[in-house]
T-cell receptor, first 113, second 115 residues
Framework: LAKTTQPISMDSYEGQEVNITCSHN???????ITWYQQFPSQGPRFIIQ???TKVTNEVASLFIPADRKSSTLSLPRVSLSDTAVYYC??????????????FGKGTKLSVIP | GAVVSQHPSRVICKSGTSVKIECRSL??????MFWYRQFPKQSLMLMAT?????????EQGVEKDKFLINHASLTLSTLTVTSAHPEDSSFYIC???????????FGPGTRLLVL
């Protein structure tokens, strides 16, 4: 079961680029890497997903090195509304309808004016 | 697209009663849904995997007779907390698996308080 490790917290000023790294040393071949954002008392919101190399969408980029043992979520020019907890999720579909999903403890990002 | 709803958003009940939480995928069909529990300042913990038309798969330590899951259609899964006790008070979140089966979309969560 892939275990993930993230920094507990990060602070950033508005307008800066923020990079949050997640370690997943025993990631399996079939595992995808997904990042979510969660505000208090809300369900997680999908940000981005990747398998290897780099993925970019309208809100973030995801960098995954060749060994896939880590991944970095990059948020360009953060604003106060980006203050939230960010989770990386590594998981795969197992057999007989089972799934192996591991949420990290999350990184609490605080954006400072 | 990819919207998941939960109902109710919050519920308060007396100890010993049962509570049903609904999870619906509004704009896509989901063969598989997941149920998570989240305690304050903690990460999400997977409770069970709900597969349409078959029995749910529970994670180790989760009592299947206490947390009843039914996934009767491709857009609806329900979680029933039976004989709820104060220690069951938590934030329950469902998710639905879309498309090829690699992306989960989460509901807004249900806050359960058992008195």
């Amino acid at each position: 079961l892939a275990k993930t490790t993230q920094p507990i917290s990060m602070d950033s000023y508005e307008g800066q680029e923020v990079n949050i790294t997640c370690s997943h040393n025993n990631i399996a071949t079939n595992d995808y890497i997904t990042w979510y954002q969660q505000f208090p008392s809300q369900g997680p919101r999908f940000i981005i997903q990747g398998y290897k190399t780099k993925v970019t969408n309208e809100v973030a980029s995801l960098f995954i090195p060749a060994d896939r043992k880590s991944s970095t979520l990059s948020l360009p020019r953060v604003s106060l509304s980006d203050t939230a907890v960010y989770y990386c999720l590594v998981g795969e579909a197992g057999g007989a309808g089972s799934y192996q999903l591991t949420f990290g403890k999350g990184t609490k990002l605080s954006v400072i004016p | 697209g990819a919207v998941v709803s939960q109902h109710p958003s919050r519920v308060i009940c007396k100890s010993g009663t049962s509570v049903k939480i609904e999870c619906r995928s509004l704009d896509f069909q989901a063969t598989t849904m997941f149920w998570y529990r989240q305690f304050p300042k903690q990460s999400l913990m997977l409770m069970a995997t709900s597969n349409e038309g078959s029995k749910a798969t529970y994670e180790q330590g989760v009592e299947k007779d206490k947390f009843l899951i039914n996934h009767a259609s491709l857009t609806l899964s329900t979680l029933t907390v039976t004989s709820a006790h104060p220690e069951d008070s938590s934030f329950y979140i469902c998710s639905a698996l879309q498309g090829g089966g690699e992306t989960q979309y989460f509901g807004p969560g249900t806050r359960l308080l058992v008195l």
